[in-house]
């Protein structure tokens, strides 16, 4: 079992920035993957960045690529999304979710990933 909680959402204007934080649990941190995944109001859930166990592999959507970034800290077994350059269109709910599986590839597809949080609203105004 793996315990994941999201904190940091809130609201922003656009332009600004925001870091979410994925504390985990439940499970040696270093053995699996991480992701962020979000979903706005009427939109199927999306991959937005994922970090390999050992963070020496990320995978970005085109949509942040340049504007966001995944880590991850071992010590505290946390996963980070920093957000730079809010849009309004980076409006959803973001969620973290680990991959037991992979080891070494970062996947996209929500369906490999086995664990999620609850999810933190982020909303960025115009």
């Known amino acids: 079992q793996v315990q994941l909680v999201e904190s940091g959402g809130v609201l922003v204007q656009a332009g600004g920035s925001l870091r979410l934080s994925c504390a985990a649990s439940?499970?040696?941190?270093?053995?699996?993957?991480m992701a962020w995944f979000r979903q706005a109001p009427g939109k199927e859930r999306e991959f937005v960045a994922g970090?390999?166990?050992?963070?020496?592999?990320?995978d970005y959507a085109d949509a942040v690529k340049d504007r966001f970034t995944i880590s991850r800290d071992g010590a505290k077994n946390t996963v980070y999304l920093q957000m730079n350059s809010l849009k309004p269109e980076d409006t959803a709910v973001y969620y973290c979710?680990?991959?037991?599986?992979?080891?070494?590839?970062?996947?996209?597809?929500?369906?490999?990933?086995?664990?999620w949080g609850q999810g933190t609203q982020v909303t960025v105004s115009p």
């Open positions: 979710a680990a991959d037991l599986n992979s080891i070494t590839v970062v996947h996209i597809r929500a369906s490999v990933y086995d664990y």
């Open positions: 970090i390999s166990r050992r963070g020496d592999s990320t």
């Open positions: 439940g499970r040696t941190f270093s053995s699996y993957a």
